[in-house]
């Protein structure tokens, strides 16, 4: 038997139905605060990646599915795809300000656990072309709107200002002082990082690392006052929007282009993987992959974590319609009539079901029950001879005659 990839998941159709709700409230609810949608290819030149996530972080190190010599890669985020596309396509003469919005699958090689797959989606949220704080916090608001509305508790949102190219430089250099008497002490990952990317030793999980980071210089002593002063009012914002949120020095991210916020909202439920969605300012990247210096701000949200925390919630997710009408038939002349009844009752809307499989009046009945169908017409030889058929209401099992020619007219709600 041939299974699906490591790290992959099937929806059947009831999971489909559920991912398809979920998209469609996000749909809903990105209209409202006017975000657009946008949609790029599964695949990008492999460059995009490199430049704009950065060579030494893990998503362009390690976990990128790439081929044709690695010269594509299918997409492990959306963020540089949609900013090449913003270049490309040179929407900022349509609005100076793009709002965007997509739900789209992402691919990253990683190692597969609960909430972490090879496969996986994302609702993600940019606002291009506004450096103001009124933005970060919109966006903040919109990430944390939608969990609400999802009646999701126990959230909490962490963020952090982790400063402009300069003032990081100048924290990175001492920060490479100070763990430079640690060396023999950081596990492995940063040690090696202290080379590569030292930024990331602070959100390190390992708790000897965590021990040594706790002295270390702190990045926000190092913003000058126009980071200092965004900083205080995105977090004004918020709470004037009553939003509680956690100052966390050590949030860094793990991709290159963040600058000034960083935020994460995490949920208790998610065990291991507990950040549900991620974000922050990068007011580089569009510069960076070619395009005038622009301000912009995003968020990513994984859809399967968002779905186990809706589990864990005991979120109750809207049923799947049952039929309007089950057309149950005995002989060949009756089942070529309902084929084309219920060809024409379904051009009217009516949700209308019938057997596929020559089955006796008895097991059409039975399986209209277990669709839970709302009504049933049985059209045998004394029908068709009659010319009329007995719609029959399974709630109160009141029936009423048709003639056949009158079934596609009548009212099944
Ligand atoms: P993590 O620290 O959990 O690896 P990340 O920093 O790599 O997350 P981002 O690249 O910011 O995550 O992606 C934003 C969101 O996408 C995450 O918060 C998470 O909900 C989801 N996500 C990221 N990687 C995966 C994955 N492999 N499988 C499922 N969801 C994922
Ligand atoms: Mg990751």
Avoid: W
Wanted: aromatic share 10%; with cysteine.
């Amino acid at each position: 038997m041939i299974t699906k990839p490591k790290g992959t998941l099937d929806f059947l159709p009831e999971d489909a139905f559920k991912r398809l709700h979920v998209e469609e409230k996000l749909r809903k609810i990105a209209a409202v605060f006017n975000y657009r949608e946008i949609r790029t290819p599964a695949f990008e030149k492999t460059e995009l990646f490199r430049r704009g996530i950065g060579e030494e972080t893990d998503i362009v190190s390690k976990e990128m599915y790439s081929f044709n010599d690695n010269e594509f890669t299918l997409k492990p985020e959306m963020t540089a795809p949609v900013i090449r596309s913003y270049i490309e396509n040179s929407l900022y003469n349509i609005s100076p300000v793009q709002k965007l919005y997509y739900i789209s699958n992402m691919y990253r090689h990683e190692r597969p656990q609960a909430g972490r797959y090879r496969e996986f989606s994302q609702f993600g949220a940019e606002i291009i072309g506004s450096g103001e704080y009124t933005a970060d916090i919109e966006l903040i608001a919109l990430g944390m709107f939608f969990l609400k509305e999802f009646g999701i508790k126990n959230l909490k949102i962490k963020i952090n200002n982790i400063g402009n190219l300069t003032e990081r430089s100048a924290f990175l250099k001492d920060l490479k002082l100070y763990l430079n008497d640690y060396t023999q002490k950081l596990s492995s990952e940063s040690a090696r990082r202290l080379f590569t990317n030292p930024l990331r030793i602070l959100d390190s999980k390992d708790q000897k690392d965590i021990e040594i980071v706790k002295n270390a210089p702190v990045l926000y002593d190092y913003l000058g006052e126009e980071n200092k002063n965004h900083f205080q009012n995105v977090l004004g914002g918020l709470k004037s929007l009553d939003i509680d949120y956690e100052i966390d020095h050590n949030l860094v991210r793990g991709l290159d282009y963040y600058t000034s916020t960083t935020f994460e909202i995490l949920s208790e439920n998610l065990g291991a993987q507990n950040a549900v969605l991620g974000g922050g300012r990068y007011d580089m990247l569009v510069q960076q992959l070619g395009g005038k210096p622009t301000p912009a701000i995003g968020f990513a949200c994984g859809l399967e974590r968002l779905t186990l925390v809706l589990q864990a919630n005991n979120y109750i997710f809207p049923e799947p319609k049952s039929p309007d009408l089950y057309l149950i038939t005995s002989g060949e002349k009756a089942k070529n009539k309902a084929l084309v009844l219920a060809y024409n009752l379904r051009m009217k809307n009516v949700y209308c079901e019938l057997d596929l499989l020559g089955r006796s009046i008895k097991s059409q009945m039975k399986e209209a029950n277990k669709l839970n169908a709302r009504y049933v017409v049985v059209i045998g030889e004394d029908e068709l001879s009659k010319n009329s058929a007995k719609i029959k209401k399974m709630a109160d099992g009141s029936e009423v005659e048709t003639a056949l020619n009158d079934i596609v007219n009548y009212n099944f709600n």
